[in-house]
């Protein structure tokens, strides 16, 4: 059975996820927006947890400049779906949070996998 979290205290779990991502990590961090999102768009799986959407900092050239921030999509719904307990839904949360961030750093899934954060 799904647990319930309000929105505020799921927020508050994606932002404890961020704060772990060692300072030598975030700081390399460039035009990156982490948001909240109650569902995944209707065009992507339903049981989708996060999503990356931008360009990887190793993909990056110079007719990058001036692009829109980068967005990492956190999806309440299907994390909430997904967990039986708070301490799993605290755990998932930032196995997903990693994750996504990964991808802004150029980490494709397979080693994602390899590395135990898929």
């Known amino acids: 059975m799904p647990i319930e979290v309000s929105p505020e205290r799921f927020d508050e779990l994606v932002d404890d996820a961020l704060d772990q991502i060692p300072e030598s990590l975030a700081t390399l961090v460039e035009n990156l927006v982490v948001l909240v999102e109650d569902e995944p ?13 931008g ?13 829109l ?3 990492i999509l956190i999806f309440r719904g299907p994390l909430l779906d997904y967990c039986d307990s708070e301490e799993q839904l605290v ?5 997903t949070v990693v994750h996504e961030v990964a991808h802004h750093f150029g980490i494709d899934d397979d080693r994602l996998h390899e590395l135990g954060w898929a």
């Open 41 to 53: 768009p209707e065009d992507e799986p339903a049981d989708l947890l996060g999503l990356y959407d």
């Open 55 to 67: 360009v990887a900092l190793t993909e990056r050239d110079s007719r990058y400049a001036g692009a």
């Open 69 to 71: 921030p980068d967005r």
């Open 91 to 95: 755990r998932e949360v930032r196995v």
